[in-house]
Structures are given as C-alpha cells and as structure tokens.
C-alpha cells in the first residue's frame, strides 16, 4: 500500500524544537513571554500591520474583533456564507444575528449581493466578516468601497490566506481589522493559534485587556467588565516564530503544486480549479476544483481507497441547520460549487511525486 498523503499536514522548518528549548530555559512557560512578543512583532513585519494580538485560536481573535467594535445582542452582522463555521461563531457568541452574502464567479463573497444585503437588512448591518476562502483574495477594493460608504467595519478573515496579497498588500490589510489561523491544517501550524491585526492600536489594546480576563490595571484583581482566557501559550509562539521565518517558501510551495495539478489536471475539460482575481496571489492553501460531470462524493471516496486524503468544500452556512432561521442573500453559487467541488491534498510538504500520484488517480477516476 502507498503511504498517506494527508490534505494539508503540519509543515516544520526544523528551527521549532531549538525556540522552544529557549522557552525551557527561560522558564516562561505561560500565556506571556519574549517570544509572544516575538511572534507578534514577525507578523506586523511580514503583513505591515501595525499592531497584533497573539491568541490560542483565530475564533477568539473574531470573538475580540466582534467585543472590540462592541457588538451586542441583536445587532446584524454580514458574512461570508461560503467559508468555515469558525468565520462566524463568534456571532453566535455575542446573540448578534448573521446575514450571510454569497460568492460570484471569484467563489469569494459578491460585492453586488454584498450591497444588496446592505440595502435589505431591516437595521444597518455593524460589521461585516469576510473570508479569502481557500487562501485566495476576496475582492477586497469593491468590498471596502461599499462598506466605507455605507459606515460598515470590515474584518478580514484571513484565517486560510496568510501571505496572500492583492495589490503587493497582504489579505488581512485592507479592512479595519483581519485574523490569522496557526490551526493544525493551515499554511503555518503551531498545533493551534490566532492573530488579531489592525493599524488601530486602541483596539489591539482593548483587545489584548479582554484577552487577559478584562483585569483592571490594580495589584487586587479589580473587574469592571467582562472577558476571556484567549492569549496563546509562549511555547507555541516560539513554534509560531520558527514557522513565520519559512512563510514565503510555504506560500511559493503551495503555489507550485496548484501549478501542478492545474498543468496535469487542467487538461481534463469537465474540471475547473478555483480561479484568482485580477491583481493577486493567493497562497494557494489547499488547491480546489470542482467537476462537470462528476460527483464529489465518489471521487473522494475512490481517491480514500489509494490512501489519499481530500475533502468536499466548506458546506455553505446559510445551508447548515445551525442557520435555518437566519438572513441570507444568495443565488445559488456557493451552493453550486459546494455541490461540485473538492479539496486536493496540498501540504508543503508533498513531493512532486506525491503530486503526480494525485493526478493520475484523479484521471483514473475520470476516464
Ligand atoms: C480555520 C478557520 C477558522 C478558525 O481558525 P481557528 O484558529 O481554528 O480558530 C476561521 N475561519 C476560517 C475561514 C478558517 O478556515
């Protein structure tokens, strides 16, 4: 039997085990140390933010973005309705309500379905979520034009997309504040983590103070408001340091194996990959397709039969049950693609041969 190739397996730059000996040695084995700092410090001058939060997940941080805007129960929230449940839970955390907005042909959210929603929602929406899904950039200039116009925050969900750019600017950039996911699968893994980005550092501040258990500044742990436990581990910041230090080879390691499998798998004339907008360079975090005539469902079944892991696209939201009595503006896209599509194994890691062993087992399938 071949070995497994894995969707999108943890990818270590060798430098990891040697941070977090230093962590050991500095004893700072806590939710603060040198190398949170650090690891904060490496994504502002990676993205050019101007400020960043560390926190265990990228949930938390769109949980603080949400507190941080102070959104409260019953306020409406736009989001992306193709994307992962973690993009908008933190919704359901503060008793807001979504309106999820669907994608066009960038399979990112429609900026004409964006306004539409705007222009339907029974009170004006306070922020919106929007997703660089699979690591490709959202049409970002169309997205914020409409939001500035209309006084909507935008926070970036660029959980799948760090080191994406639109423009030569990095996703994550272009609204009032964008997240980041060091998750297990994501293009950087420190088993898992987030981080919260803004050019607003009261907000950052605020963020950080609710992130920490809302502790006023007093020796005799004074509270006036509510908050979290939500700041990552110095060990696994040290892991986030190492890998931040390889980010521009794993973004131009995912892209060459999306050019793989476009140059042996394009061919087929009933399969479609995910397309990039105009402008842009997606970190290709997973390369994803979807087929004319083919069911998913099979493929990956058959592709599971010679050991090789993929995955159906994100569910729409505004199809989950979790969502039935929610707002929702769709026409059908996300549905579609849902419907159609799959995710190939796209780790770092992979060795062209891996690739290879993909493509001729899609092919097989096809024939
Ligand atoms: C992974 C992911 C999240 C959640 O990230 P965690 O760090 O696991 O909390 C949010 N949104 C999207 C689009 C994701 O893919």
């Known amino acids: 039997m071949n070995d497994r190739i894995f969707l999108s397996p943890p990818?270590?730059?060798?430098?990891?085990?040697?941070?977090?000996?230093?962590?050991?040695?500095s004893n700072y084995i806590a939710p603060l140390g040198t190398f949170v700092d650090r690891f904060e410090e490496a994504v502002c001058s990676y993205t050019g933010a101007k400020h960043a939060l560390a926190t265990n997940t990228a949930t938390a941080a769109l949980h603080l973005a949400l507190r941080v805007l102070g959104v409260e129960e019953g306020d409406y929230i736009l989001a992306s309705t193709f994307t992962f449940i973690g993009s908008v839970n933190a919704i359901l955390y503060q008793n807001a309500k979504p309106i999820f907005v669907d994608s066009d042909e960038s399979w990112n959210l429609s900026p004409a379905l964006l306004q539409e929603a705007i222009d339907n929602a029974p009170r004006k929406p306070k922020?919106?979520?929007?997703?660089?899904?699979y690591g490709q950039m959202a049409k970002m200039d169309e997205i914020m034009e409409i939001c500035r116009k209309e006084g909507i925050c935008v926070i970036e969900d660029?959980?799948?997309?760090?080191?994406?750019?639109?423009?030569?600017?990095?996703?994550?950039?272009?609204?009032?504040?964008?997240?980041?996911?060091?998750?297990g699968n994501k293009i950087l893994s420190t088993s898992g983590g987030g981080m919260l980005i803004?050019?607003?550092?009261?907000?950052?501040?605020?963020?950080?103070?609710?992130?920490?258990?809302?502790?006023?500044p007093y020796l005799h742990y004074e509270?006036?408001?509510?908050?979290?436990?939500?700041?990552?581990?110095?060990?696994?910041?040290?892991?986030?340091?190492?890998?931040?230090?390889?980010?521009?080879?794993?973004?131009?390691?995912?892209?060459?194996?999306?050019?793989?499998?476009?140059?042996?798998?394009?061919?087929?004339?009933?399969?479609?990959?995910?397309?990039?907008?105009?402008?842009?360079?997606?970190?290709?975090?997973?390369?994803?397709?979807?087929?004319?005539?083919?069911?998913?469902?099979?493929?990956?079944?058959?592709?599971?039969?010679?050991?090789?892991?993929?995955?159906?696209?994100?569910?729409?939201?505004?199809?989950?049950?979790?969502?039935?009595?929610?707002?929702?503006?769709?026409?059908?896209?996300?549905?579609?693609?849902?419907?159609?599509?799959?995710?190939?194994?796209?780790?770092?890691?992979?060795?062209?041969?891996?690739?290879?062993?993909?493509?001729?087992?899609?092919?097989?399938?096809?024939?």
């Open 11 to 25: 990818h270590m730059s060798g430098k990891e085990q040697q941070y977090i000996a230093e962590v050991f040695e």
């Open 127 to 133: 922020a919106l979520i929007v997703t660089h899904l």
């Open 158 to 183: 660029a959980a799948e997309s760090l080191g994406a750019m639109l423009h030569g600017r990095q996703s994550g950039r272009f609204g009032d504040m964008g997240v980041y996911s060091f998750n």
């Open 198 to 216: 803004s050019d607003n550092g009261e907000w950052i501040e605020k963020a950080k103070f609710l992130s920490t258990q809302a502790k006023e």
């Open 223 to 367: 509270h006036k408001e509510f908050g979290y436990n939500y700041r990552l581990s110095n060990v696994l910041a040290a892991i986030g340091v190492a890998q931040m230090e390889v980010l521009s080879k794993r973004v131009s390691r995912r892209r060459e194996i999306f050019a793989l499998y476009q140059k042996r798998l394009g061919k087929e004339s009933t399969v479609s990959f995910m397309p990039e907008i105009e402008g842009s360079t997606g970190n290709r975090w997973l390369t994803t397709l979807t087929f004319d005539e083919h069911d998913p469902m099979d493929v990956i079944e058959q592709l599971a039969h010679a050991n090789i892991e993929s995955r159906p696209l994100w569910k729409p939201m505004h199809l989950q049950p979790l969502f039935k009595h929610s707002m929702a503006v769709v026409d059908g896209t996300s549905e579609r693609l849902y419907h159609q599509g799959l995710c190939l194994p796209s780790g770092s890691s992979m060795s062209d041969a891996d690739v290879m062993r993909v493509c001729n087992t899609v092919s097989g399938i096809l024939r």
